[in-house]
């Protein structure tokens, strides 16, 4: 339920508390939950931090296993600057027609206002015949509605109980 920024920051305090208390697997892991919200190239406290505990507390595979996972974050926030980089650079040659779109998935509400105010969108009634009266009769006549009937449907005996 937290922002990533607090995220990362939660699971630094939780590992330095699994290390006080000895659990050097435990505080690893949460490092390595942890590091999938810290890009390396905007959060180095994080990174230099999970560095130190390798060095004093780790062997050679865990420290690779760390360098490992940093550079798979790294190519992760990469492909999604890149995507980002993408849509600004298509919004930008898109012109205005970009940036209406993006004001209508913004403020659906104010779309549909000005979408009301070029006139109604309503689909008319269907024209119906007047109720008929019968002579002295003040109340009108009731007729039988047409009903359809379904070519497909599949007729079941009520008497039949398997």
């Not at 931090?49 to 507390?57: L, P």
């Not at 007047?130 to 002295?136: A, K, L, N």
């Amino acid at each position: 339920m937290l922002p990533d920024r607090q995220t990362a920051e939660m699971c630094l305090r939780f590992a330095a508390l699994e290390r006080k208390l000895g659990e050097i697997d435990r505080a690893r892991a949460i490092y390595a939950h942890a590091s999938q919200f810290c890009d390396p190239r905007t959060e180095p406290h994080f990174w230099s931090e999970w560095n130190s505990f390798e060095i004093e507390t780790g062997s050679e595979d865990t420290f690779r296993e760390m360098l490992r996972i940093k550079r798979s974050v790294q190519a992760q926030f990469n492909t999604e600057a890149s995507y980002l980089a993408a849509q600004t650079i298509a919004a930008r040659s898109g012109g205005q027609v970009a940036k209406e779109n993006r004001e209508e998935q913004l403020d659906a509400m104010a779309a549909a206002e000005r979408q009301a105010e070029k006139g109604p969108s309503f689909v008319a009634a269907k024209a119906t015949a007047p109720p008929e009266v019968d002579g002295d009769e003040s109340e009108p006549k009731t007729t039988d509605p047409v009903q359809s009937t379904n070519a497909d449907e599949i007729h079941i005996s009520d008497d039949e109980d398997l």
